[in-house]
């Protein structure tokens, strides 16, 4: 079956640290989000994508990055991790832009130490 | 931005009641759904309802999208119902630009 996944799905990292946390699906959607997951904030849109090469910020973006190098996969970097973004992270994807159901991986569990 | 609320917030109720959730939205959306998130974190698609009703066993959504509201319906409520129903929407206008925005859900807890 198509599905999504992430990895790792728990990550304990330190301050300063570049993590990178992977998100692949096998559906062949070219629309991939990366949120993130708070107590207090529920989900809120950092990443995505539209398509191979093409990435756009979303509410939540500074300190993350991510690169669109193929279909499958929407890789999403934090270029040097700080306490603030101890997070639970959702990875998912759709086949329709703007419109089409969504679906998500398991998440990944982020703590900055 | 576009603004979803959910109602209620918390909600605990007996094994086997009925229940009703609402998701009130600021503007025009073409996509609306409700997703389910158990215990263990998991996001379930639960409806991808931007209009009109359906119905997927205990479960129902109706969408009034002229009015700006959608309602998911449970009905003789299990154990298993129990976590967080979030609602989330995507402007018409902004033809999705910006990905889904979700409400802050609702927490419901089922009794035995």
């Known amino acids: 079956d198509a599905e999504i996944t992430q990895s790792p799905r728990h990550k304990i990292t330190e301050t300063g640290r570049q993590v990178t946390l992977a998100c692949h699906q096998t559906?062949?959607?070219?629309?991939m989000f990366w949120y993130r997951q708070d107590l207090g904030h529920g989900l809120r849109l950092i990443h995505y994508?539209?398509?191979?090469?093409?990435?756009n910020k979303g509410e939540v973006s500074d300190g993350y990055s991510v690169s669109r190098s193929n279909t499958e996969d929407l890789p999403l970097t934090l270029e040097s991790a700080a306490s603030s973004q101890t997070s639970v992270y959702f990875c998912?994807?759709?086949?329709?832009?703007?419109?089409?159901?969504?679906?998500f991986g398991e998440g990944s569990r982020l703590t900055v130490l | 931005g576009i603004q979803v609320e959910q109602s209620p917030p918390d909600l605990i109720l007996q094994e086997g009641a009925n229940s009703t959730l609402r998701c009130n939205f600021s503007?025009?959306?073409?996509?609306l759904q409700w997703f389910h998130q158990n215990p263990w974190g998991q996001l379930i698609n639960l409806f991808y309802?931007?209009?009109g009703t359906k119905q997927n066993g205990r479960l129902s959504a109706t969408t009034v999208a002229t009015e700006r509201y959608s309602l998911l319906y449970i009905s003789s409520s299990q154990t298993t119902d129990s976590g967080v129903y979030f609602c989330?929407?995507?402007?018409?206008?902004?033809?999705?630009?910006?990905?889904?925005?979700f409400g802050k859900g609702t927490h419901l807890i089922i009794q035995p």
């Open positions: 998912a994807s759709t086949p329709q832009q703007g419109a089409g159901e969504l679906f």
């Open positions: 559906w062949n959607h070219n629309n």
């Open positions: 994508s539209y398509g191979v090469h093409d990435t």
């Open positions: 503007d025009s959306v073409n996509n």
């Open positions: 309802i931007p209009s």
């Open positions: 989330a929407v995507t402007l018409r206008s902004g033809g999705g630009a910006d990905g889904l925005t």
